[in-house]
């Protein structure tokens, strides 16, 4: 997978008490351990999307255990941690004509990462990388400090 993607995990999931703990105990008792999550609901479903150990496993047992999971591209940008750096992740999107359709944070103590769904992935980690913005692939991901 090229710099700058990683995979995301996407979760259909019906929205009711007890869904997110039975996505989570599947997860577990395979050993994928959740690094990021987001969830996007209605008032019948949701999307849960995650960054997770193990990806391709994590669709497949999720899909044994009868839940509806996807594995998709997402772009990764590693940020600093100070005042204006999310202003100039999106100026730098915005000027180059690339709109965001969903993004959610990852973050350590000293550093942070946005996974973002853009609408020309590609395009956008060429805008980043030359604007200077770090990217990450998955292995980064996973050892962020």
């Given at each position: 997978?090229?710099?700058g993607f990683v995979r995301q995990l996407t979760v259909f999931i019906e929205n009711r008490v007890g869904t997110l703990q039975e996505v989570a105990e599947v997860l577990k008792d395979n050993d994928i351990n959740i690094y990021s999550i987001s969830l996007a609901d209605t008032s019948e479903y949701g999307?849960?999307?995650?960054?997770?150990?193990?990806?391709?496993?994590?669709?497949?047992?999720l899909k044994e255990n009868s839940f509806s999971a996807k594995t998709t591209e997402v772009v990764a940008v590693k940020l600093e941690n100070k005042v204006?750096?999310?202003?100039?992740?999106f100026g730098t999107l915005a000027e180059a004509g690339i709109g965001i359709e969903y993004m959610y944070a990852m973050a350590t103590s000293r550093t942070g990462a946005m996974i973002l769904k853009t609408s020309d992935g590609s395009k956008a980690v060429e805008v980043l990388?030359?604007?200077?913005f770090g990217l990450l692939d998955e292995e980064g991901m996973f050892n962020l400090e």
């Amino acid at each position: 997978m090229a710099e700058g993607f990683v995979r995301q995990l996407t979760v259909f999931i019906e929205n009711r008490v007890g869904t997110l703990q039975e996505v989570a105990e599947v997860l577990k008792d395979n050993d994928i351990n959740i690094y990021s999550i987001s969830l996007a609901d209605t008032s019948e479903y949701g999307l849960l999307r995650m960054i997770v150990s193990d990806p391709d496993k994590g669709s497949r047992i999720l899909k044994e255990n009868s839940f509806s999971a996807k594995t998709t591209e997402v772009v990764a940008v590693k940020l600093e941690n100070k005042v204006g750096t999310l202003s100039s992740l999106f100026g730098t999107l915005a000027e180059a004509g690339i709109g965001i359709e969903y993004m959610y944070a990852m973050a350590t103590s000293r550093t942070g990462a946005m996974i973002l769904k853009t609408s020309d992935g590609s395009k956008a980690v060429e805008v980043l990388k030359n604007a200077g913005f770090g990217l990450l692939d998955e292995e980064g991901m996973f050892n962020l400090e």
